[in-house]
C-alpha cells in the first residue's frame, strides 16, 4: 500500500503542502521573533547600559545621541551613534569622541532583564589627552583604578573585548614651551580584559609617518601594574625603521621600574632619520643599528648589561650606566669593546643641519648639552680615512657643551699614537680642536698611506700635531685651519733627492728644477722639522736634516690658496772651510723650482 502511494500523484501533491506549509510556519515564526524581541531589549536601557560602561572605564560623563538600533540576525548586535565622552567637574573637557558603537548581546540575558554588552567594537573614536597651561591633564582617575595597597576587584569583568576601527590618538601638551604634540590615526586593533585578575592584552596598528606600526601588550596582572606595584609584562613594537621589544617586570609609578630583556633594532640609520624627520637624509650611511642588553632601573639609575651593540658593521659589548640625579642632566658612564670601527661612511656633513629649524639638529643640540658621557672604548681595528689604527683604547667625554675623544693609546704604522679631539664649547659650528702624537712609527708607510708624492722625509720617527679651527667642521678647509707641526726623524732617508747632483746644479748658478736632482736619495741621522698654520699659509720655521752628505737647512713660507712656495735654503758640505750654498725654493711642490743666491744678487 505504501508503495502504492508513493508511485501515486497524491503523494506528491501531500508533500508539497507539507513543504509549504513548514515553510509558512518558519516564516511567521521568525516574524514574530523579530517583532517579540524589541519588546524585550530595550534600547533605553541599551543607551544606559553603555553610558555607565563608558563612565566605568573613563571616570568622566558619557552622552550617546540619537537612537539606538537592535539586530538579531545573523546574531544579536545593538549599534549606538555618536558618543562624547567629556571629564567631570565645572568646567568639562573633552576626552573623547566615537562616531559609532556596536556591541553583542545575549538573548537569554536580554530575557532575565539583564542587558549585559559584549565584544565591543568603537568605530572612529579620538582620545584627547591634553595638559593645559596649568598642568593639569584632563582625564582623571577611574574608580577601578585602586590605589597602591587596597585590595584588587576580583569579580566583575569591567572591558571584555574591545575593538578600535579607524581610531585617532592626540596629545596636547600646552604647557610646553614648543608646542608640538602627538597626533596618530588610523588607529585599529583590540584590547582583551576578561577580569580584573586576568591577563590583558592589547594589539593595535596604525600609519605613522607613512609606515605600517604595530604595537602589542601583554600583562597578567595589570591592575597591580596600574596601581604602580611590579608585574609581569611583555611589550613590542614592529614597523619596517624600527623594532623595539621588551619583556621582564615593571611598574608605573612615579619612579618607573623595569628589569628585563630589551631589543631594539633598524636596519638602517638613514631609513630611520628619514622617516623620524619626514624627508630622505642621504648624507648618512646606509648601515643599521641593533641593541640586545638586560636592562634594570632604579630610582635615578638605568643600568644596561650583557650590552650587545651593532652600529652598521661595527659591534660592540659592555656595560652602560645612566644616571639620572634629581635636577642634573642624565650621566652615561661605561665601557664598550669594539670588533671593528669604520668611519670612513660618517662624513662630517652628517653634522650640518638640514634646515636652521631641523627638529633632529635641536635635539642633537639638546642631548649634548644636557647629557654628561664618559664612556671608555676599545676597538681591535679602526678605519679612518687614510688611518687605519689597531687595539685601540680611548675615551669619549660630554660634559655640557665640552664634548672630546681621547685615544689614549693605539697602533698606527708600528708605531704607538694617541691624541684629543676636542669640540668647541660653543657648540660644533664653531669649530675644534685636534691633537695628535705619533711615535717610533715607520713614516714611509704614513706618508704613502696619506698618498703624499716628491721629495719628503722618511724613516722612524716622532710626529706632533696640533690644530684648530673656528669654523664650522662640515665647511672647514686648510685655509681655516691654524696650528704647528713638529717632526722629527732618525736613520732616515729623503727620497728622490740627488744630493751632488743639487749642489752642482747650485754650484752653476743658474735657474733649475728640482726634478733635475731626482735620481737619488739623501741618507741622514737625523731631521727636525717645525712649521706654524694659520691665516692661509704654512710657515716652516725650521727644516734641518744632518747626514754625511751635509747639512740642509730651510725656512719660509707656503700660501694654501695659491699653492706656491716660498723658502730659502742652506746647504753645508761636510768638509770644514767650505762655504755654505745659499738658494731660494719657489714654484710649486712637487714641481719646484731652485734659484741660487748668486743668481738673485747678479742675475744675467
Known amino acids: 500500500m505504501f508503495q502504492i502511494l508513493r508511485d501515486s500523484r497524491l503523494w506528491a501533491r501531500l508533500r508539497r503542502r507539507h513543504l509549504v506549509w513548514s515553510a509558512a510556519i518558519g516564516i511567521a515564526l521568525a516574524a514574530a521573533y523579530n517583532a517579540a524581541l524589541p519588546l524585550v531589549v530595550s534600547t533605553t536601557e541599551a543607551r544606559a547600559t553603555m553610558e555607565r560602561m563608558l563612565d566605568d572605564w573613563s571616570g568622566g560623563k558619557s552622552t550617546i545621541s540619537g537612537e539606538p538600533e537592535v539586530r538579531f540576525w545573523p546574531e544579536p548586535l545593538v549599534t549606538l551613534p555618536a558618543t562624547t565622552i567629556v571629564s567631570t567637574g565645572p568646567e568639562p573637557l573633552r576626552l573623547a569622541e566615537i562616531g559609532r558603537i556596536t556591541a553583542s548581546f545575549s538573548l537569554l540575558s536580554a530575557l532575565r532583564g539583564e542587558q549585559a554588552l559584549e565584544e565591543i567594537t568603537l568605530v572612529d573614536p579620538v582620545i584627547t589627552l ?4 596649568d598642568g593639569a591633564v584632563n582625564w582623571q582617575k577611574p574608580d577601578w583604578l585602586v590605589p597602591p595597597g587596597n585590595a584588587m576587584p576580583r569579580d566583575e569583568a569591567p572591558f571584555g573585548d574591545i575593538t578600535i576601527e579607524n581610531g585617532r590618538f592626540r596629545v596636547v601638551d600646552r604647557l610646553a614651551a614648543t608646542g608640538e604634540g602627538v597626533d596618530v590615526a588610523g588607529i585599529s586593533g583590540t584590547l582583551k580584559w576578561p577580569s580584573f585578575g586576568g591577563r590583558l592584552s592589547a594589539q593595535f596598528a596604525a600609519v605613522i609617518g607613512g609606515e605600517a606600526v604595530g604595537w602589542a601588550f601583554v600583562c597578567e596582572e595589570p591592575l597591580a601594574l596600574f596601581a604602580r606595584r611590579n608585574a609581569a609584562l611583555k611589550t613590542s613594537l614592529t614597523s619596517a625603521p624600527l623594532t623595539f621589544s621588551f619583556e621582564g617586570t615593571g611598574n608605573f609609578s612615579s619612579q618607573p621600574f623595569a628589569s628585563g630583556h630589551l631589543q631594539m633594532s633598524a636596519p638602517s640609520l638613514a631609513a630611520l632619520a628619514a622617516w623620524y624627520r619626514g624627508a630622505p637624509d642621504a648624507e648618512l650611511p646606509p648601515g643599521g643599528f641593533s641593541i640586545d642588553t638586560r636592562v634594570t632601573t632604579g630610582e635615578t639609575a638605568l643600568k644596561l648589561e650583557e650590552l650587545q651593540l651593532a652600529i652598521g658593521e661595527a659591534t660592540a659589548t ?26 670612513n661612511g660618517l662624513p662630517l656633513a652628517t653634522l650640518k643641519p638640514a634646515q636652521g629649524d631641523d627638529r633632529g639638529w635641536r635635539m642633537a643640540q639638546a642631548l649634548v648639552g644636557g647629557w654628561r658621557l664618559d664612556v671608555r672604548l676599545s676597538s681591535q681595528e679602526v678605519l679612518a680615512g687614510p688611518l687605519h689604527l689597531t687595539d685601540v683604547a680611548a675615551g669619549v667625554m660630554i660634559d655640557g657643551s665640552r664634548v672630546s675623544l681621547d685615544i689614549g693609546d693605539s697602533t698606527y704604522a708600528n708605531g704607538r699614537l ?5 669640540l668647541s664649547e660653543k657648540g660644533v659650528g ?28 722618511t724613516g722612524r720617527g716622532v710626529l706632533s700635531v696640533d690644530l684648530a679651527t673656528g669654523r664650522p667642521l662640515w665647511e672647514a678647509g686648510v685655509a681655516d685651519v691654524f696650528g704647528r707641526v713638529d ?6 732617508r729623503l727620497a728622490d733627492f740627488d744630493v751632488h747632483a743639487f749642489t752642482d746644479l747650485v754650484r752653476k748658478g743658474e735657474f ?5 736632482a731626482s735620481d737619488g736619495t739623501l741618507e741622514f741621522q737625523t731631521a727636525d722639522i717645525e712649521a706654524s698654520f694659520g691665516g692661509g699659509t704654512a710657515r716652516l720655521d725650521r727644516a734641518a736634516f744632518v747626514g754625511p752628505a751635509g747639512n740642509i737647512s730651510v725656512t719660509g713660507v707656503v700660501p694654501y690658496r695659491s699653492g706656491s712656495l716660498a723658502l730659502a735654503g742652506t746647504l753645508a758640505a761636510p768638509e770644514a772651510g767650505k762655504e755654505p750654498l745659499q738658494f731660494f725654493i719657489g714654484g710649486s711642490w712637487p714641481n719646484a723650482v731652485i734659484s741660487p743666491l748668486s743668481v738673485l744678487l747678479s742675475p744675467k
Open 487 to 492: 717632526y722629527s726623524l732618525t736613520n732616515g
Open 318 to 343: 659592555g656595560v652602560l650606566d645612566v644616571q639620572l640625579p634629581s635636577g642634573k642632566g642624565p650621566r652615561v658612564e661605561g665601557t664598550l669593546a669594539f670588533d671593528r670601527i669604520d668611519l
Open 430 to 457: 664653531q669649530g675644534g680642536k685636534l691633537q695628535v702624537n705619533l711615535k717610533d712609527a715607520d713614516f714611509a708607510a704614513v706618508l704613502d698611506s696619506f698618498g703624499l708624492k716628491g721629495p719628503v722625509p
Open 512 to 516: 733649475f728644477s728640482l726634478s733635475q
Open 130 to 133: 591634553e595638559r593645559g597651561a
Open 418 to 422: 694617541s691624541g684629543r679631539a676636542v
